[in-house]
């Protein structure tokens, strides 16, 4: 029978990269904790309306990407592509508005469009994001770029351009798309269909169109920083102003329009070289319409996201260091019936402290369990046989050493413990004299 494989534009999470990913995870969550973000979890599905109304009807990603069906009960159901709809509609269900504000979300869950999958585009990828709800003001934006830019610090990143452009309110948009229009009206019949009713909709979805003609044609179309109202000029000098104060490198980049219809004002983005032509790492922007489009009462808002599989590409193109993988602390091998049962016994009263014990399940001989602990890379191992119940001694090898410590059988854990903790101890030691010798 023909063997089922993955989707396309899928990947599975092997244990070895999903380490990866977790350690990543976990410095990301306690970063966005020291900015005052709480995470937020919210469906994987949504109604279609939701991403219709919020992503934009005329935005690639509704029109061609997502992953819509009708569920038994009739009802028009999408795997959400994003995640700031999604956040934006929760936080309205349950009033968090009404609340302390500025309210702050972050999240880290998987999205689904339908692209041609490639190296850093898939179909189901997984994102990090923060949505921030009630700050108006430049300083707001600042601290978001700030924060993203923290990001690629903590993961010793350096070499990843920053580039920001404001796409203005609806006033200065209104001037914008009349002079977008009267640019590609001229040239009507050079782009693609879906960009020809763009046309009429919302000309500025023609610059974000993927197909190489209407790109290539949007190279000379006017820029929206020439049409920018006061207001609008203003906030964005502002928020270059506050980047310039703490040193942070940026491009302006007055073609970044972003693929979703929310954005108002700044929007940014943190590319990369190092990844091939899916380069941009990590998007987001303000939002200031988007509460009032869903239902809510009008209230400013800013976020970004930032593709998990692409920072772990960029990472790895990178050489980063993760943490190494973690191995067995304890690998009890057994002689006999009565050894094993002293070996699940043992075992049981080290995982309940938080190590990593292991025991034979197969019925191994001895050679073939010590190959498996090497295998496994069990720091220590213990051999039990009938003579060691009997004298209620055990002998506890280090695996890296070969150094043999011995403890009895009642205090084992805490002897174990100890000696760890010793190992650690001398580890670190080495380390530091190694940090000084070389300074
Ligand atoms: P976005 O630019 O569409 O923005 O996506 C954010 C990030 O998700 C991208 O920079 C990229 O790293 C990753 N990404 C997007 N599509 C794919 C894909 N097909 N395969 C792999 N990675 C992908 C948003 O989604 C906005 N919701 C960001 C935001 C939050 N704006 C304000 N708040």
Redesign the pocket.
Known sequence: MAKITAPRGTQDILPAQSEKIRNIEALLLTLAESYGYRELRTPVFENTDLFERGVGDTTDVVQKEMYTFEDKGGRSITLRP???AGAVRSVLEHGLLNEALPLRVSYLTSCY?Y?KPQA???RE?H?F?V?CFGAAAPIADAQLILFAKHIFDIFEVDNISLEINSIGCKECRAKYYEALKEYFESKKDAICGTCVQRLEKNPMRILDCKNKECRDIAKESPVILDYLCEDCKEHFEKVKEYLDLNGVNFKVNPRIV???DYYTKTVFEFVSDNIGAQG??????R?DGLVEELGGKPAPAL?????I??LVLLLEALDYKFPEAKTADIYFCNIGDNALKAALSLSEELIADGFEAAIDLVGRGLKAQMKYANKIGAKYTVVIGDDDIENGVLKIKNMETGEVSESDFINFAENFENLYLEQITQKEFEYLNIETEEE
Do not use: P, S
Request: hydrophobic share 30%; aromatic share 10%.
């Open positions: 994003e995640g700031t469009r692209e850093g585009r898939l990828f994102q994001g949505e972003r693929g979703l941009t790492v990590l998007g987001g922007g939002y976020g970004f996201a930032m593709g599989e692409r």
